[in-house]
T-cell receptor
Framework: TQLLEQSPQFLSIQEGENLTVYCNSSSVFSSLQWYRQEPGEGPVLLVTVVTGGEVKKLKRLTFQFGDARKDSSLHITAAQPGDTGLYLCAGDKAGTYKYIFGTGTRLKVLA | NAGVTQTPKFQVLKTGQSMTLQCAQDMNHNSMYWYRQDPGMGLRLIYYSASEGTTDKGEVPNGYNVSRLNKREFSLRLESAAPSQTSVYFC???????????FGQGTRLTVV
């Protein structure tokens, strides 16, 4: 059973469109991270959110941690081909001291 | 800027063969991890080492063993490879548990 479910699993959009990726769980997390992975490479950390309701912005990317710390979202404004990749969320369940990864969302932005 | 280095990058094994995946980091990190990545499953933690001298099971440890050889190196061993172990394996390291993890480029393993 996957602790963290991401949706959608695949997303193909045109350059300039907006999109939102979701990361959901029935468990409470102390913190949540978002990574991006490009083909043939390992994941690279984008952001860590630690407070329920927290919103962080990284240029055109907006990350939100749910109030109850069970879910998170990633919103991309005006997507660009360079945003193409696999987006992964990872959460640390309280007391476990390690991150568990979500199922991933594969994004393709067409020029 | 080597970061996390994994060897080999590609490997094909026959069922029942054994092999060791090597991982080394040059960032003086305390914690190291082994993940496997399968389509639609994200990354699943196999084993991790919070600090030199300690190792612990992750989500999917069956069929694997690990050795934290020293602070820099963390190896993953498959004693008797099975087709279900066909996957891409990633090693990662972090300064401490729950701090930012840095990943290697992965090892693509096929078991036939």
């Amino acid at each position: 059973t996957q602790l963290l479910e991401q949706s959608p699993q695949f997303l193909s959009i045109q350059e300039g469109e907006n999109l939102t990726v979701y990361c959901n769980s029935s468990s409470v997390f102390s913190s949540l991270q978002w990574y991006r992975q490009e083909p043939g490479e390992g994941p690279v950390l984008l952001v860590t959110v630690v407070t329920g309701g927290e919103v962080k912005k990284l240029k055109r990317l907006t990350f939100q941690f749910g109030d109850a710390r069970k879910d998170s979202s990633l919103h991309i404004t005006a997507a660009q081909p360079g945003d193409t990749g696999l987006y992964l969320c990872a959460g640390d369940k309280a007391g476990t001291y390690k991150y568990i990864f979500g199922t991933g969302t594969r994004l393709k932005v067409l020029a | 800027n080597a970061g996390v280095t994994q060897t080999p990058k590609f490997q094909v094994l026959k069922t029942g063969q054994s092999m060791t995946l090597q991982c080394a980091q040059d960032m003086n990190h305390n914690s190291m991890y082994w993940y496997r990545q399968d389509p639609g499953m994200g990354l699943r933690l196999i084993y991790y080492s919070a600090s030199e001298g300690t190792t612990d099971k992750g989500e999917v440890p069956n069929g694997y063993n690990v050795s934290r050889l020293n602070k820099r190196e963390f190896s993953l061993r498959l004693e008797s490879a099975a087709p279900s172990q066909t996957s891409v394996y990633f090693c990662a390291s972090s300064e401490a548990l729950l701090s930012e993890a840095f990943f290697g480029q992965g090892t693509r393993l096929t078991v036939v």
